[in-house]
Nanobody
Framework: QVQLVESGGGLVQAGGSLRLSCAAS????????MGWFRQAPGKEREFVGG????????YYTNSVKGRFTISRDSAKKTVYLQMNSLKPEDTALYYC?????????????????WGQGTQVTVSS
C-alpha cells in the first residue's frame, strides 16, 4: 500500500521559512516524479513545484521561483520543499503526490497517489 506522509507545516510569520517533508512508502512502481501542490480555502488546487526523481530536475510555479526549493533523498524515499521568504498568500494546505507516468508534472491528474496534506499558515 502506497503511503505519502507530509510533515513540517505550521504557523510562521511573513518572511520566515519552513521545510516540508514527504516520506513515501510502499511504492511498487518506478517513480517518475513527485510534486507539491497546495490548496487555499475557496481556491483550486495549484501546482507548486515538482522533481523528476531520476534526474533531480525541478520545476516551480512562477509565484514561488527563487523562494522555494525541492530536493530529494532517494535513500530515505523522501522529498523536501524548502520554503523561504514566505508570504501570507502562501497560506494553504500543502500536498505531495507521486506519479509513475511519464507525463507532465504540473497537472494533478497525472499523479497516482497523494498525501493527506500539511497546513502552512503565514501571518502578516
Amino acid at each position: 500500500q502506497v503511503q505519502l506522509v507530509e510533515s513540517g507545516g505550521g504557523l510562521v510569520q511573513a518572511g520566515g521559512s519552513l521545510r516540508l517533508s514527504c516520506a513515501a512508502s510502499g511504492l511498487t512502481f518506478r517513480t517518475y516524479a513527485m510534486g507539491w501542490f497546495r490548496q487555499a480555502p475557496g481556491k483550486e488546487r495549484e501546482f507548486v513545484g515538482g522533481i523528476y526523481v531520476s534526474s533531480g530536475t525541478t520545476y516551480y510555479t512562477n509565484s514561488v521561483k527563487g523562494r522555494f526549493t525541492i530536493s530529494r533523498d532517494s535513500a530515505k524515499k523522501t522529498v523536501y520543499l524548502q520554503m523561504n521568504s514566505l508570504k501570507p498568500e502562501d497560506t494553504a494546505l500543502y500536498y505531495c503526490a507521486v506519479t509513475g507516468q511519464a507525463m507532465g508534472i504540473m497537472s494533478g491528474s497525472h499523479y497516482d497517489y497523494w498525501g493527506q496534506g500539511t497546513q502552512v499558515t503565514v501571518s502578516s
